[in-house]
């Protein structure tokens, strides 16, 4: 009995452990797992609609890897470099704007794989460009028969792309680096001009370039004086006409009552060369409280001829211009002002000059005054437009 026993037990033992030994063979079966070796480090650095992986290592054995993006529904192999220089890089494009996340793995030469490495990064886009800053544009002047322009605030962009029309009608694009921030062109005068601010956020591989900021080349401005002729109207007070072309808003031409006490008031000048004339620009008596009052002009005409006017100061052979209206920002009645309707007084009030043409004598006719009276006040005229070759008129009659 106890020999019955004892065999029941030790087969009963080797029953179990055959049992154990059949749950671990499928793992005993693998032997020892072998992972290649993985990369030390990996940067990922943004671009515009694509990204970068710079890739350092110094396991041997390597021969290649695999990235895996978007829930790994996408993928890019890559050999590794058998020069021994334990870096480089690899460009995921065309990507959309957005962030990533990224897993890497390589593989030794015998196809063993390494464990995972994650890994995230972002891609710009236009989205991301639209709300980049622009650079400040500090001044567009006339340089002689150039254009010099400069930009301000500009120490955290690479720079700016200007796009403008050139004097043979071609455009150009000029890069203004921002250690920079100014440059010289030769524009046509009145043309459209454009230009982009160049970003280089963090360490990304591209240039991201902002909206852009659209405006015109000025006008020539052009000198002038008085051409005297019976029909310009007298001074009074000892405010000369003459303070007209000074350049000085301290100064300023004041008339009497004119002929009969009667407007229109009326100065004829000659320009210093044949202009295509486009825009001028009028100063009101504007210190104090005098803007948009008194004998500020409110209509006016603009005339204009190429040959010698009349020695009787009449309008034959002249053109008119247009006809202009001086406009009070705030519309409120004669004697009430506001901070802006006297900074537009002090800045002066320009108009496009409809009949475009080349002329080398003005005249000014003031039809009304702001406050109705019959004498009339401004203190400085401007005239804008491209210079012409000489007519061969030049006979001042200053």
Request: proline share 6%.
């Amino acid at each position: 009995m106890l020999y019955k026993l004892s065999w029941g037990i030790l087969l009963a033992g080797l029953t179990a452990c055959s049992d154990l030994t059949d749950s671990y063979k499928e793992y005993l079966d693998w032997g020892e797992r072998v992972y290649a070796g993985k990369m030390d480090s990996v940067g990922v650095r943004p671009g515009r609609l694509r990204q970068q992986l710079d890739f350092f290592y110094t396991s041997p054995r390597l021969s290649r890897g695999v990235i895996y993006w978007n829930q790994k529904q996408d993928s890019l192999e890559f050999d590794i470099p058998a020069d021994g220089s334990r870096q480089f890089s690899k460009i995921i494009s065309p990507l959309a704007e957005g962030e990533y996340g990224y897993i890497v793995y390589t593989y030794d030469q015998y196809g063993n794989p390494s464990r995972p490495l994650e890994y995230s990064g972002r891609v710009y886009g236009p989205s991301y460009e639209s709300i980049l800053l622009t650079a400040d544009l500090e001044k567009v002047e006339n340089h002689d028969t150039q254009f010099y322009i400069k930009w301000k605030n500009v120490s955290e962009m690479e720079g700016m792309n200007l796009r403008y029309e050139n004097k043979s009608g071609r455009m150009d694009t000029l890069f203004v680096p921002s250690s920079q921030a100014e440059c010289t062109v030769d524009a046509v005068p009145g043309s459209e001009y454009s230009y982009t601010t160049i970003h280089r956020p963090g360490h990304s591989i591209d240039s991201l370039v902002s909206e852009a900021v659209i405006g015109k080349f000025p006008y020539y401005k052009t000198g002038f004086h008085i051409y005297n002729l019976p029909t310009n109207t007298p001074t009074e007070w000892g405010w000369n006409p003459e303070n007209l072309c000074d350049g000085n808003l301290e100064t300023g031409w004041h008339t009497g009552e004119g002929s009969g006490g009667k407007l229109p008031h009326q100065m004829t000048f000659e320009l210093d060369r044949p202009t295509e004339l486009h825009t001028f620009k009028i100063y009101q008596r504007a210190q104090d409280d005098w803007a948009f009052r008194a004998g500020n002009p409110k209509k006016y005409t603009l005339w204009g001829t190429n040959s010698l006017p009349a020695e009787d100061g009449s309008d034959e052979g002249w053109t008119m211009l247009g006809e202009f209206q001086s406009v009070k920002p705030s519309g409120l009645p004669v004697g009430t002002l506001t901070d802006a309707d006297i900074a537009y007084a002090r800045a002066g009030e320009s108009y496009d000059i409809p009949e475009v043409g080349i002329f080398r004598y003005l005249r000014i006719k003031v039809l009304e005054s702001w406050g109705g009276e019959q004498a009339v006040h401004f203190m400085e005229l401007e005239f804008f437009g491209i210079p012409h070759e000489e007519t061969g008129i030049n006979d001042s009659n200053i």
